[in-house]
């Protein structure tokens, strides 16, 4: 195996008492042409007779002492990568090609949806359903204080239901359109240019 930089060197635990070292885990991390690993890859490499749980402890012992640090995505994805100072993770050319994947809605396809194949983005779906019936809820409230009758009413619950489901959704998504273009660019970023006085 290759030596390890003098600032890692210094910091590990030399103590070969265990059936997985900190300086194996960093040894391993380092030679590999992965910027940046989950637990189960790491555990992959470093074997044979080791388990998550042993791989797990190592890397939060070398999180303790700054070798190793970690970002932890939707779906709790935990990734752990070489904490080099001079690094720009998670911000790398790297990090960012692998981490453009899909997100669960977006790979949930309809043939998955009708048989429940991709958890992620039927979980996904779900705590959106949640959020958006504690919107509504909360919206109806506000309604009925102010005796002013729902966007859309139908004889059918389910129908009525959808469509102010429908006008909840392009409401909230205008908003955080119209939020997202005054944080960047201003108030006046809103109004169209030629409405604006020069």
């Known amino acids: 195996m290759s030596s390890l930089p003098e600032w890692i060197g210094d910091r590990i635990d030399v103590g070969l008492d265990k059936k997985l070292t900190q300086r194996h885990v960093v040894e391993t991390m380092i030679e590999s042409e992965r910027p940046f690993f989950s637990i189960r890859q790491l555990e ?14 190592r890397l939060d012992e070398l999180r303790e002492i700054d ?4 970002e932890t995505y939707p779906e709790s994805i935990t990734l752990y990568y070489v904490n ?14 692998a ?24 979980r996904t779906l779900v705590l959106a359903g949640f959020q958006l019936s504690l919107l509504l809820f ?10 002013v009758d729902a966007p859309v009413q139908n ?16 409401v909230l998504l205008l908003s955080e359109r119209i939020v997202r273009k005054v944080r960047h660019d201003g108030p006046r970023g809103v109004i169209p240019r030629r409405f604006v006085s020069k």
Request: proline residues 6%; glycine residues 6%.
């Open 44 to 57: 992959a490499l470093v074997k044979p007779d080791v388990s998550n749980e042993t791989v797990r402890n």
């Open 67 to 70: 070798v190793v640090a970690a």
């Open 84 to 97: 080099y100072s001079e690094s720009d993770w998670p911000l790398s050319p790297e990090g960012k090609d």
């Open 99 to 122: 981490l453009e994947d899909d997100t669960p809605l977006e790979s949930l396809s309809a043939a998955d949806f009708l048989r429940l194949r991709n958890p992620a983005g039927i």
């Open 138 to 147: 909360c919206a109806g409230t506000v309604l009925m204080l102010f005796a």
């Open 155 to 170: 004889d059918h619950g389910l129908w009525e239901a959808a469509g102010n489901l429908l006008v909840a959704c392009v």
